[in-house]
């Protein structure tokens, strides 16, 4: 689905883009004009919420990290960063590996379904920012503060993994980036088959020598409906074993960088729980929050 998104543009410059214009002033514009919010009347050709924020904190990646706010199956994938997301979908601006092991990891499912919110008729997880990923502890060395600066480098195999570590975090991150790559790796193969899929490039905005959007992936002939079935929540409810295995191996990645040695995947819930708790306790006990 596309978007018409005019930036800021004033209305003479936002009319240069011929087709758009015509198409908002047509089918936006009715229900804009005379509305109750006199930002979204008199400038009915812009984005109501054009999210300026998260395009500044997305301008410098080629690709950030998102999940669906609701879902069955809390999901973790790559986006361009080209794409804008809506308000349904939850972006994490980092474009490395290791940050999405993190996110994708055992741990931090099981402290979001424990801190999240439900809704829906399924009864669903909503993932809330605030309450799942502010609170969530992550290894010393790669939360979010340590990583805000952005910047990536690549290890050998290609993963990326957030730059200048220290060294005694830096095998983590390089393990857990491996681990994360792979899972992605593994899961984009099963999810659009080289053999029933072929990648088509996208619109060269005017002005523009290649499109800065990612290709898309259509189905060859005669495999339209097999790859119509081809989707994440499908996968994530099949969990086959190359699949359970590839997130036991990123796991246990990520609980080597908590330092946690007896870890197994037969530790109980409760028990990861527990000590995710006791480490954001005592976090927020040295930040003088209580």
Not at 36 to 65: F, I, T
Not at 165 to 185: F, K, M, N, S
Not at 256 to 263: E, I, R, S, V
Request: charged share 25%; glycine share 4%.
């Amino acid at each position: 689905m596309w978007i018409v998104d005019f930036d800021s543009r004033a209305a003479p410059d936002a009319a240069l883009f011929e087709r758009p214009w015509q198409h908002v002033e047509q089918f936006v514009k009715p229900s804009r004009v005379g509305n109750r919010e006199s930002k979204s009347g008199e400038a009915w050709w812009l984005l109501q919420r054009a999210r300026p924020e998260m395009k500044a904190a997305l301008a410098s990646l080629h690709r950030s990290v998102a999940t669906a706010r609701v879902a069955k199956h809390r999901v973790f994938v790559y986006v361009s960063a080209s794409v804008l997301a809506d308000s349904q979908v939850v972006v994490f601006a980092r474009a490395d590996d290791t940050t999405l092991g993190l996110l994708h990891s055992r741990f931090h499912e099981l402290w979001s379904l424990r801190m999240c919110t439900w809704m829906g008729k399924g009864n669903d997880p909503r993932y809330t920012p605030t309450t799942c990923f502010e609170t969530f502890p992550f290894p010393a060395g790669l939360t979010p503060a340590d990583t805000a600066h952005q910047r990536t480098e690549p290890v050998t195999g290609g993963p990326l993994i957030p730059a200048d570590l220290p060294p005694a975090v830096r095998p983590h991150a390089e393990a857990i980036a491996r681990a994360a790559q792979r899972l992605v790796d593994l899961r984009d193969a099963w999810l659009n088959p080289p053999e029933w899929t072929e990648r088509v490039p996208e619109v060269v905005p005017l002005g523009m020598t290649a499109s800065p959007y990612p290709d898309r992936i259509v189905a060859r002939p005669g495999f339209e409906k097999e790859l119509a079935k081809r989707t994440l929540t499908n996968l994530y409810n099949q969990r086959p074993a190359w699949l359970a295995q590839a997130h036991e191996a990123l796991d246990a990645a990520v609980a080597a960088a908590y330092g946690w040695a007896d870890y197994t995947p037969g530790m109980a819930d409760d028990e990861i729980l527990r000590r995710l708790l006791a480490l954001n306790l005592e976090r927020a006990a040295g930040q003088g929050v209580r």
